[in-house]
């Protein structure tokens, strides 16, 4: 018989009944939703759970936020990063100067393209400051401002694989965040990052009679059974909160 992995609880209401317990300890997920859908207050909320309630240390690597904003933003939830931050319990790196990289940089003789120095660059951030606190959760938000430096999908999807062994490799249980690319009004495409981690879920809104309905449903999540169905969520000013007994459809 399989042995079930470790979980890491997300501790966001509603959620790890839906995973049979949280996440897999030391995979890397994919969080996709639309603007608005609350990508960053769910990937925060599962950083501060873990330091509050699990005693694990997170660590935020943004890609277009300031910490200003950021600590302004998860205040309004009670969350106070800044103190978990002088306790040695989070870390948050602003990764957005990264873009602005020239399009060669020169290391000693040799030249390297600003995609490949922007991945290097963020790869070594990370390792840095996740070992400095010991990180056991990380999220990369937004991923996708990463991966559309490369217009050639064969590159994009060899930048991802890289960042996803990074990931591995720290032992921590990472998120991804990007933004649900749509395809007509109803109809969304598949994306390169849902191949290559471990688990996706979907926050997105959907027309229930006549309503619209904010909704999050796991897409999958290898090795764990899951609750597949569209289930409805709220953004309160606890953060994030799912109700996995109600059914939208």
Known sequence: MQKSPSR?????????????????????????????????IFCSQFLFNGITKFGENGLFVSMDENRSHYDWEMNQ??????????????SFVNASPIRAIP??????????GRQDFSLLSLLELIRRDAKAIDAKRIVVDPVSLLIFQ???E???????????????????????????RRVGLKGRTLQTEEYLVHGVI?????AAGRTMERTIQVEKMRGTEIDRQPR??????????????????
């Open 8 to 40: 890491t609880p997300t501790g966001i209401l509603g959620l790890d009944e839906m995973l049979g317990g949280g996440f897999p300890k030391g995979r890397v997920l994919l969080i996709l939703g639309e603007p608005g859908a609350g990508k960053t």
């Open 150 to 152: 490369y217009a050639d």
């Open 202 to 206: 979907l926050m997105q809104t959907i």
């Open 103 to 112: 399009n060669e940089v020169k290391i000693g003789k040799l030249t390297i």
């Open 232 to 249: 409805p969520y709220r953004i309160t000013e606890k953060g994030i909160e799912i109700y996995p007994k109600e059914s939208v459809i």
């Open 77 to 90: 939830f009670g969350w106070n990063f800044s103190s978990a931050e002088k306790q040695g319990r989070f």
């Open 154 to 180: 064969t590159q994009r999807r060899k930048a991802l694989l890289d960042l996803v062994e990074a990931m591995i490799d720290t032992g921590a249980t990472c998120i991804f965040s990007s933004e649900l």
